[in-house]
Nanobody, 121 residues
Framework: QVQLVESGGGLVQPGGSLRLSCAAS????????MGWYRQTPGKQRELVAR???????NYADSVKGRFTISRDNAKNTVYLQMNSLKPEDTADYIC???????????????WGQGTQVTVSS
């Protein structure tokens, strides 16, 4: 029913930029928050950036000043603009959304399939 579909990953040189997109679809009543996590082999999943319905944002210290998260509420889509990319940004980037599917329904975390970002010369 409800799903998150990411796009925009790829290979980029250090200092380059990428823009990730994540669109939520299905029987969605409300989206409270959306964000991006990243995962590398042997490391725990970490929060990269998050935006709530009121517009407040949070960023990992490692990406502050370089990444910008934004939302298009009409399209149920979240974006992550990544600038000045570094090799250490290489990871699988996974979209997350806290959503409810009906009035009075439970808030639940939903996860996308992930999109690979590789920063290399």
């Amino acid at each position: 029913q409800v799903q998150l579909v990411e796009s925009g990953g790829g290979l980029v040189q250090p200092g380059g930029s990428l823009r990730l997109s994540c669109a939520a679809s299905g029987s969605i009543f409300s989206i409270n928050a959306m964000g991006w996590y990243r995962q590398t082999p042997g490391k725990q999943r970490e929060l990269v950036a998050r935006i709530i319905s009121g517009g407040s944002t949070n960023y990992a210290d490692s990406v502050k000043g370089r990444f910008t998260i934004s939302r298009d509420n009409a399209k149920n889509t979240v974006y992550l603009q990544m600038n000045s990319l570094k090799p250490e940004d290489t990871a699988d980037y996974i979209c997350n959304a806290l959503m409810s599917v009906r009035v009075g329904g439970l808030w639940r975390d939903y996860w996308g399939q992930g999109t690979q970002v590789t920063v290399s010369s």
